[in-house]
């Protein structure tokens, strides 16, 4: 009894993986197995005999299968310690890096506008920064002397002492985008022109330079009632969210007839925006019907054709929609706003990707 005790006890304890201790509870414990067969041979030992024996016996199966268990525990845990030993990884090493620069919120806002007129039929057109006097103001219907002249505090270009002729000046609007876009290709035509403009002004919600969007749709029959619904169409998508209400408030654009300027209403309820509930109004953008001279200027039949135009600021739409308190911090080129405010370069705004995610 005792030699099969050593000589499996000893097996078992050589044994280097599963498939070997196997082998030995088969030897040992199987239906031919060596034990198994010395338990059978209890039945034709005398009483006495089976007395002694028949506790030794079982005694030493227990033995040995417990054995087996505690050695299969102790391969099991010895394969756990060589895979995580294979697997290790240091911590300690520098991450992947992540993309170092972030997509400005007067950017990304930009695209999301394109996008959004750009599902609806709208192309892109651009003009220059620098604008004669004549695009800017004349061909809109504001000649010189004009009082409207004065609202716009204008950035007059240098021109040599004797030089009589009036001086370029930094863009105070996109509107001037409308007659270079008609003078290109004429009518029927259906643009935006997003771009910098620049008037001298500075306070929290004013900067020098800021940005703007102007929409032109001229064809044979367009009506007020399509801007309306081109700009709830544009106001649902921009701010994501189903129901939006306009106000048309009749005003005063020299480049329009009849002009209304558009209030959105919202909720401004903890800090909170809420667009399309509450009983705030807020103000986001000019349009009109164009006038029959800006159609003429730009070299447009204004017998033959009609159309709205409207011009609303990008920075302003950027700080409602995303929360941005101060709209001077949008130029400051603090690299702490722009990691907070910034959006990540892959996310690219699209009607079906979702415009903010
Ligand atoms: N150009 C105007 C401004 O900067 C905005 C504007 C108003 C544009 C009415 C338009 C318009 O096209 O129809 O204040």
Not at 86 to 99: S, Y
Not at 291 to 309: E, M, S, Y
């Amino acid at each position: 009894m005792d030699d099969l005790r050593q000589k499996y006890l000893s097996a078992i304890a050589g044994a280097a993986d599963e498939a070997a201790l196997e082998e030995i509870r088969v030897a040992a414990l199987g239906k031919k197995g060596e034990i198994s067969l010395k338990m059978r041979e209890l039945g034709r030992m005398s009483p006495e005999e089976r007395k002694v024996m028949g506790p030794k016996l079982n005694a030493l199966k227990d033995e040995i299968n417990s054995a087996l268990a505690a050695r299969r525990a102790a391969l099991a845990d010895a394969a756990l310690e060589e895979r995580l030993a294979a697997e290790w990884l240091d911590v300690t090493l520098p991450g992947r890096p992540r993309p170092q620069g972030t997509v400005h919120p007067v950017s990304q806002v930009t695209e999301e506008i394109i996008a959004i007129f750009a599902d609806m039929g709208f192309a892109v057109a651009e003009g220059p920064q620098v604008e004669s006097d004549w695009y800017n103001f004349d061909a809109l219907n504001i000649p010189p002397h004009h009082p409207a002249r004065q609202e716009f505090d204008t950035f007059y270009m240098y021109r040599a002492e004797g030089d009589e002729r009036p001086p370029h000046v930094l863009r105070t609007h996109t509107s001037p985008v409308q007659i270079r876009a008609m003078e290109a290709h004429g009518a029927p035509i259906r643009v935006i022109a997003p771009g910098r403009v620049y008037r001298s002004d500075y306070d929290q919600t004013h900067t020098p330079m800021f940005h703007q969007v102007e929409g032109l749709a001229i064809d044979r029959d367009i009506s007020m009632a399509n801007l309306k619904w081109v700009l709830e169409e544009f106001c649902r998508a921009f701010f994501e969210v189903d129901h939006v209400e306009l106000r048309f408030r009749a005003s005063h654009f020299p480049f329009t007839e009849p002009s209304a300027e558009v209030d959105l209403r919202c909720s401004w309820k903890g800090g909170q925006l809420k667009v399309g509930e509450g009983d705030d109004w807020m103000e986001i953008l000019g349009s009109g019907m164009v006038h029959p001279k800006v159609l003429k200027a730009a070299g447009v039949d204004p017998g033959q054709w009609q159309g709205f135009a409207f011009g609303l600021g990008i920075d302003r739409l950027a700080m409602l929609k995303y929360g941005i308190p101060d709209l001077r911090a949008f130029f400051d080129s603090d690299l702490r706003w722009l990691r907070h405010y910034g959006f990540a370069a892959l996310d690219v705004p699209t009607l079906h990707g979702g415009l903010s995610r």
